[in-house]
């Protein structure tokens, strides 16, 4: 299962994505604040990243006004793996070599169109293990310092 979550700044992105979700016929739980609502990024990511921490979730979309701050509070969360992305090849590296797990967008950055193209990318693209296991390991390891 797929959460979406956003902060005000996140909202009219997070819908064109869930629209985007819904025609492909993806199921999603949508964590996030409606139009007109207002939330903090931090508590945006927590709501939605304590149930991939718990597996109810495989996946999250975060989306706030940059993409980066509601990436920052995701990443303070053990095993979360957030990446703030606003072009194609990190979209697909990011879960290839560092199997991240919460894609965070930018709805003062990207257009709808190049979001629900990061959206498929990211939601699309395996880990590829091997080599970079070892190195998400060590990412956990860091988690436990
Ligand atoms: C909210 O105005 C804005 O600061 C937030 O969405 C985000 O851009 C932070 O990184």
Redesign the pocket.
Known sequence: MIGIGN????TELKLAIIKHLEEQGIEYIDYGVAPGEAI??PDAAEKVCLDIQNGKLEKAIL??????????AANKMKGIRACACSDTFSAKYTRLHNDANALCL???VVGAGLACELVDIFLSTEFEGGRHQRRVDLITALENK
Do not use: F, M, W
């Not at 989306?63 to 920052?72: L, Q, R």
């Open positions: 902060d005000h700044a996140g903090d990024y989306v706030c006004g940059t993409g980066i701050g509601i990436s920052i930018g709805g003062r």
